[in-house]
Nanobody
Framework: QVQLIESGGGLVQAGGSLRLSCAAS????????MGWFRQAPGKEREFVAV????????YYADSVKGRFTISRDNAKKMVYLQMNSLKPEDTAVYYC????????????????WGQGTQVIVSS
């Protein structure tokens, strides 16, 4: 089992940057594929990015490709989401999630979730 705690959210102007962090507990962090999702008010939770076990492969939603970068540090049990060139439409609660079984691109494939961190991008 793994517990996840996100941090790094906040208020930023359009065009700015934020770096989200996700701290994981548990002894088998490297055995999980890690993903970031987000949920805006009144909308469904959507996929943002995913990184494989050793960090060799990443996938991104088209809406963030070229602006966001996911990374992980297995020794520190951390996952990061560097967000650049932020837009008002990036405003959402961002969630870190862990997948035991594979490279999930949908929320129902993930087994463990953090509580989320709020990101607000002002225009």
């Amino acid at each position: 089992q793994v517990q996840l705690i996100e941090s790094g959210g906040g208020l930023v102007q359009a065009g700015g940057s934020l770096r989200l962090s996700c701290a994981a507990s548990g002894r088998t962090f490297s055995s999980y594929v890690m993903g970031w999702f987000r949920q805006a008010p009144g909308k469904e939770r959507e996929f943002v990015a995913v990184i494989t076990w050793m960090g060799r492969t990443m996938y991104y939603a088209d809406s963030v490709k070229g602006r966001f970068t996911i990374s992980r540090d297995n020794a520190k049990k951390m996952v990061y989401l560097q967000m650049n060139s932020l837009k008002p439409e990036d405003t959402a609660v961002y969630y870190c999630a862990a997948d035991r079984n594979g490279v999930g691109l949908t929320s129902h494939e993930y087994d463990y979730w953090g509580q989320g961190t709020q990101v607000i991008v002002s225009s």
